[in-house]
């Protein structure tokens, strides 16, 4: 209980939920400045969201994949590394369930979880590299990792063009029916937005994430490791296997989202002429959650639907999407600068302290 309270305090709540208002508040300046009514562009932007069973279906869709990466960046962080490469294990799990998905024609129970756990160890072994280098020669992990992921990349596309290919066609083969995650009962209910088992096993990976870190032996030795390793050294740990383990670990959250973009969304990959931008993110999601389980749930919500219902914001009230991102931008700074909103809040956290000891008296 000590432990959930001190991950979920008042002090981690509070920023953040501030951070959010504020960047709201900047976005509707911007939006002022535009010659935009903010008001219409925030209606357009709920209604967007809640306004259908499709819309609300797809913004789920949209939040699932932030939900895997936020929690792979926040675990790398809470274990003392800086998992930048969460992009490139992304994507290296796409590669490993569309390999599985296309190429093997197995029964369903067989095929899908396959291809899930293949998804899951190309990214883990992907970041394990990193983990690796870092461990064995003292590489950087933030250097090696933006480097791999643009070898992800073009690794990416050379598979699916070599081996995958649909001819005529810049993506792969349709994966194989037996291997999809669709949840088709659900995808009717939701007015056919891709729904899939993905988002399920999002929300069981925020219950692992903090499970293992802060339940078990494991945890602790992720936890000590990234806090002091020469003390942790000292304690018996082996500290270089424990980096690899938890590059890895980190790794296999990142790749699990990219093998139900591909398994329950996509159906095939494509040859990208960029990444798809979940890895990066996702630091921000980790960085608004304030690298907790909850706190990236909440923040992957956030992000998501901001992003989905940008759209909205754009046919309803003309604002360009791109006002989307000053509002995400403006509460990742204000998230960072957590000093500046603690100063706002000071006077009025002092004012209820004040009359909390009259009420005493």
Partial sequence: MDTTKKIFNKSSLLVPLVSIVLGLIIGAIAMLAGGYNPIVAYTSLFERLFGSPYHMGEAIRAI????????????AFRTGLFNIGVEGQFVM?????????VLLDLPWYIHGPLAIVTGALFGGLWAGIVGFLKATRGVNEVISSIMLNWTALYLANYIVAAFLLEPGQQKSRPIHASALMHIDWLIELMDRARMHWGTLIALLGVAVFYLLLWRTKQGYE?????????????????????IVKSMMISGVFAGLGGVFEVLGVFGNQTIMAASPGYGFDGIAVALLGGNTPVGVLLASILFGGLSYGSSGMSFG?????????????????????????????????????????????
């Fill in 317 to 361: 009230a003309g604002v360009p999407s791109e006002i989307v991102r000053i509002v995400i931008g403006s509460v990742i700074f204000f998230v960072a600068a957590h000093g500046i909103v603690k100063y706002m809040l000071k006077p009025f956290m002092q004012k209820r302290s004040a009359d909390k000891r009259k009420e005493a008296a």
């Fill in 64 to 75: 699932t994949p932030l939900i895997f990466t936020g929690i792979a960046v926040a675990f």
């Fill in 93 to 101: 799990g796409m590669t490993g369930a569309t390999l599985i998905g």
């Fill in 222 to 242: 992720l936890r000590a490791v990234g806090h002091n390793p020469d003390a942790a050294l000292y304690a018996g740990m082996n500290v270089n296997r424990t």
